[in-house]
């Protein structure tokens, strides 16, 4: 399958801390992608991460990628109430891969 | 606003008959999506077109699913005799496929409930 698996399906944290969720998939990749979904919407895009890269910034978003291992992960540092959403990730194997997904991370901020 | 629109944002249907869901997608992309969603669950892929062509549709979409992208720039979705299974959210979202960013971009979705 060419979906990417998150792990943990769920996750609920306190305000302030951070979440780190990661995603495994099976073969190499041209680059993995990271989506939020707000309920009832559609998905965001928040990152992309190239094979040749191993660590990503954005803002309080940290992906890493670790091709030997296939797997990538999403770190959210200090996590806010609006961050409440499910997160998923997009392995592509070429730049013209179609893009799919998995069942995501749901993520949910205690107030 | 990311670009994508999709119409209508919600239809309420009677089982048995056919919607016919519109995407207009971001002008300069070639590649267009449509994934179905339920309550829970990730979008779960349905067809996707690199400018007019269809290039693939999932093995799990009946033969009541049809969708077109006639000119390669808007596309439509019908599912034809629908089902109460067929409720969901239909997402449309569009992206390119060479340079340096080939994400994707969504549509706000259609919601359709069939009663």
Excluded at chain 1, 1 to 26: H, V
Excluded at chain 1, 69 to 98: E, G, H, N, V, W
Aim: proline share 3%; charged share 25%; net charge positive.
């Amino acid at each position: 399958s060419q979906q990417g698996e998150e792990d943990p399906q769920a996750l609920s944290i306190q305000e302030g801390e951070n979440a780190t969720m990661n995603c495994s998939y099976k073969t190499s990749i041209n680059n993995l992608q990271w989506y939020r979904q707000n309920s009832g919407r559609g998905l965001v895009h928040l990152i992309l991460i190239r094979s040749n890269e191993r660590e990503k910034h954005s803002g309080r978003l940290r992906v890493t990628l670790d091709t030997s291992k296939k797997s990538s992960s999403l770190l959210i540092t200090a996590s806010r109430a609006a961050d409440t959403a499910s997160y998923f990730c997009a392995p592509l194997y070429s730049s013209a891969s179609k893009i799919i997904f998995g069942s995501g991370t749901r993520l949910s901020i205690r107030p | 606003d990311t670009g994508v629109s999709q119409d209508p944002r919600h239809k309420i249907t009677k089982r048995g008959q056919n919607v016919t869901f519109r995407c207009d997608p971001i002008s300069e992309h070639n590649r267009l999506y449509w994934y179905r969603q339920t309550l829970g669950q990730g979008p779960e892929f349905l067809t996707y077109f690199q400018n007019e062509a269809q290039l693939e549709k999932s093995r799990l979409l009946s033969d009541r699913f049809s969708a077109e992208r006639p000119k390669g720039s808007f596309s439509t979705l019908e599912i034809q005799r629908t089902e109460q299974g067929d409720s969901a959210m239909y997402l449309c979202a569009s992206s390119k496929t060479h340079g340096e960013n080939t994400e994707a971009f969504f549509g706000q979705g259609t919601r359709l409930t069939v009663v």
